[in-house]
């Protein structure tokens, strides 16, 4: 079963698009005429595969960086997190919470060709997604559904979104 759930990740890290989250801020939602409640801040990751040299397994890992801390190695029994400064933390696949969903996502920039819009929306929207007709230039947004993997381990938190939900559907059911 680890090695599906490896196949079912290295497939995931095909998607087009994949972010690491690192802030999260309300939104007013009357103020700013729109119907996310949510302003994400992300960073564009790229799909690459690390190992850690010291840890000789004969199952492969699966690797996430952090931008905003020690990259994560996570392996079928156990989570590995390591350091810039070279150490490292071992725990327990159980001790760590771990959260896989989907969200939907305003997407203002160019969206990814494997994403699928689920909903319209607008720059300037009513509070039932509607234009507001009052604004000139009022353009169309897309909202698109993306696959999210989340894990925390007392104050770490690593939050990750990918645009190909199929390919991150197959990795939920693996995981």
């Known amino acids: 079963s680890w090695k599906e759930c490896t196949a079912a990740f290295f497939r995931l890290l095909k998607s087009k698009k994949m972010w690491q989250l690192t802030a999260v801020e309300n939104v007013d939602k009357v103020k700013d ?57 071992v725990l327990d696949m159980k001790d760590v919470k771990w959260t896989l969903g989907y969200t939907r996502y305003v997407e203002e920039e160019k969206p990814p060709s494997d994403a699928e819009v689920v909903d319209h929306t607008f720059k300037k929207a009513n509070m039932d997604g509607s234009m507001d007709k ?29 645009s190909n939900t199929a390919a991150f559907s197959a990795f939920e059911k693996a995981f």
Not at 35 to 45: D, F, G, H, S, T
Request: aromatic share 18%.
């Open 134 to 162: 009052r604004f000139k230039d009022n353009y169309g947004i897309p909202v698109l559904k993306y696959g999210e993997f989340f894990l925390q381990i007392g104050e770490l938190v690593a939050w990750y979104m990918f």
């Open 33 to 89: 005429r729109t119907i996310a409640a949510n302003a994400l801040k992300r960073i564009e990751i790229h799909s690459l595969q690390k190992d850690i040299s010291f840890i000789h397994a004969d199952l492969q890992s699966l690797f996430l960086p952090n931008t905003a801390g020690p990259e994560i190695y996570i392996y079928p029994t156990f989570v590995v997190f390591f350091n810039e400064n070279k150490t490292c933390e």
